[in-house]
Structure formats: C-alpha cells, structure tokens
C-alpha cells in the first residue's frame, strides 16, 4: 500500500488547510487511520484517529475543537480539516493506518504503514 499526504502548505495563524491522504495498492475501508505530526527537533506525535467505520473519532488535546478528521471510503481518502491554525501546529503532517484490520489506536508504533508527510507551515 501507499499512502500519500498533501494540502500542507504555509498559512497565516487563524487560518484553515485540509490534508487529504490517499491511499493506492490496498483498500482502506477496513483500517483504521490517524494523522501524526512531527516539528522539528520533536518526536512524532498523534493528532487525530478515525476508525475503519467513521463512526468514531479521537483527537489530542491540542487540537480538540479545532481539527476534524473524516474519510470518503469510494476515494478512498481520509482528511484532516485544520482550523484555528496556531505557530505551534507547524510540523510535518503524516498518515497512516495499522496493520491490523479493524483496529484503532493512536500510539505510533501501532501504526506500520505510513505516508511520506506534508509540511504544514503557520505564520505568526
């Protein structure tokens, strides 16, 4: 499977991007699949999880309220909309999914299959 981040780009605080992650080579409807970030000179982080469904959804605090993921099974595609932009939410943003059907976490090393990430840059 591959998967494939983009949407980032540089963007004034209070401002909104959405990250798209597409997948090609596996289906995803069976995954679960979460969206990390990593600054620099810091360990990758999770940001947000949805599960294989999408019926549910789980954040860190540090973006609860502002970022919402959701996911289009036919394109099979997972998005991260992110609002309220904040300097500190600067970092290369990644997918990825488990290799595990079904499942949903939110540690990294739960997560084997990952993207290549986008950088996501906000102004002050």
């Known amino acids: 499977v591959q998967l494939q981040a983009s949407g980032g780009g540089l963007v004034q605080a209070g401002g909104s991007v959405r990250l798209s992650c597409a997948a090609s080579?596996?289906?995803?409807?069976?995954?679960?699949v979460g969206w990390f970030r990593q600054g620099p000179g810091q360990e990758r982080e999770f940001v947000a999880v949805?599960?294989?469904?999408?019926?549910?959804?789980y954040y860190a605090d540090s973006v609860k309220g502002r970022f919402t993921i959701s996911r289009d099974k036919a394109k099979n595609t997972v998005y991260l909309q992110m609002n309220y932009l904040k300097p500190e939410d600067s970092a290369v943003y990644y997918c990825?999914?488990?290799?595990?059907?079904?499942?949903?976490?939110?540690?990294?090393?739960?997560?084997?299959?990952w993207g290549q990430g986008t950088q996501v840059t906000v102004s002050s």
């Open positions: 990825a999914h488990p290799s595990e059907r079904l499942a949903t976490y939110t540690e990294p090393s739960q997560f084997h299959f």
């Open positions: 080579g596996r289906t995803l409807s069976y995954y679960a």
């Open positions: 949805i599960s294989w469904t999408g019926a549910n959804s």
